[in-house]
């Protein structure tokens, strides 16, 4: 499956963005999808993940209550939406597919999008 990733942007703390992720191919809805970020001389790190289905989601803890993914597989696309961002959300957010279940394991996933930035101000 390939994936192109969307919607980042600059934009003050305390505001929302929704990132998209759309993906080719027919077999989006037999896998789980998730969002990674990373910033500038950091680690990719697990943000959000979505069982196949939808049915099952997985967040860190730091966007726990803030971020919300979702999926339409009817239209194979994944959504992030990100609601009062924060400086430290500032890094480029790439969407992956992979396996079933909503993993928190970057192992877990083989297919990457190319990454979206995402900036927050203070």
């Known amino acids: 499956v390939q994936l192109q990733a969307s919607g980042g942007g600059l934009v003050q703390a305390g505001g929302s963005l929704r990132l998209s992720c759309a993906a080719s191919g027919r077999t989006f809805s037999t896998k789980a999808m998730a969002w990674f970020r990373q910033a500038p001389g950091k680690e990719r790190d697990f943000v959000a993940s979505?069982?196949?289905?939808?049915?099952?989601?997985n967040y860190a803890g730091s966007v726990k209550g803030r971020f919300t993914i979702s999926r339409d597989n009817a239209k194979n696309t994944v959504y992030l939406q990100m609601n009062s961002l924060r400086p430290e959300d500032t890094a480029v957010y790439y969407c992956a597919a992979g396996g079933w279940s909503a993993s928190r394991d970057r192992t877990a996933y083989d297919g990457w999008g190319q990454g979206t930035q995402v900036t927050v101000s203070s």
């Open positions: 979505i069982s196949r289905y939808g049915g099952n989601t």
